[in-house]
């Protein structure tokens, strides 16, 4: 019997079978999850105090720095911005400007930890690997998932390469055979497309080719690039 914590992954996996153009179903995980995130920290969550503390010590990366910014709330990631700066002068230069020469190491540690910390990112990746486990469930107990599954017509790479990974970690050894035979079945089927695609929209701007058809090679550069970097479905100016 489906469980709530399973709906929002057979609805990713039915509607990649129903709109293939829309890629890898965790990739659609992953656009759901940063919608609600950001959704969520420019709303009531901003001024939390517990939300409020994770944001002033890990900030976020650029992405969505930027994505935070084309919202309509920027009084909210003012006022985020607000603390965070102000926690972060206190904390690389205590005593002054001068502080930081008696500690540069601890200084470079710090402001290296920031660069690669975000609030929204840490968020997204504790609900995805969940989400990665109840994947790896109801392919183990539901004969019509493990059918959906293996009807899927792609899995970006990072997201093949993360099946694996918990699927390895999480599945019997037998059981995890089975499971990545499949999975490696969806993903080198539209590897050879995709391969195909690429290597025909080169061929079209040869001029022996001028006047045969496109086929299905006009989008072959974004889905590769989707394909390899698992940015699949995602607007690529929106970054």
């Keep these: 019997m489906e469980q709530i914590y399973t709906i ?20 659609s995980l992953y656009r759901r ?11 009531a969550a901003m001024m939390e105090p517990d939300v409020r503390i994770r944001t002033n010590r890990t900030g976020f990366c650029a992405d969505h720095f930027g994505k935070m910014c084309r919202r309509k709330n920027r009084l909210g990631l003012a006022l985020m911005l607000e603390s965070h700066l102000s926690e972060w002068r206190s904390r690389i230069a205590p005593g002054g400007p001068a502080a930081l020469l008696h500690k ?51 899995f970006c790479l990072p997201h093949y390469r993360r099946l694996l990974q918990q699927g390895e970690r999480k ?20 590897f050879e497309k995709l391969c195909t695609d690429v290597s025909w929209y080169c061929k079209k701007f040869d001029y022996r080719y001028q006047e045969e058809p496109w086929y299905d090679s006009k989008d072959a550069v974004e889905r590769a690039i989707g394909f390899l970097s698992g940015t699949e479905g995602r607007d690529p100016n929106d970054h």
């Excluded at 990746?125 to 109801?138: A, I, K, W, Y």
């Excluded at 599945?171 to 539209?190: D, I």
């Design 171 to 190: 599945l019997p050894k037998k059981r995890f055979a089975a499971f990545a035979k499949e999975a490696q079945q969806v993903v080198m089927t539209y």
């Design 8 to 27: 929002p992954v057979n609805e990713a996996f039915d509607l990649a079978l129903e709109h293939p153009e829309d890629g890898c179903p965790v990739c």
């Design 104 to 154: 540069p190491a601890a200084t470079v540690r710090d402001l290296a930890a920031l660069e690669s910390s975000c609030y929204v990112c840490e968020r997204i990746e504790f609900h995805l690997s969940r989400m990665v486990d109840t994947v790896l469930l109801l392919w183990e107990s539901d004969p019509a998932f493990r059918e959906k599954f293996a009807a899927q017509p792609r």
């Design 33 to 43: 999850l940063e919608e609600n995130e950001l959704e969520r920290i420019l709303g």
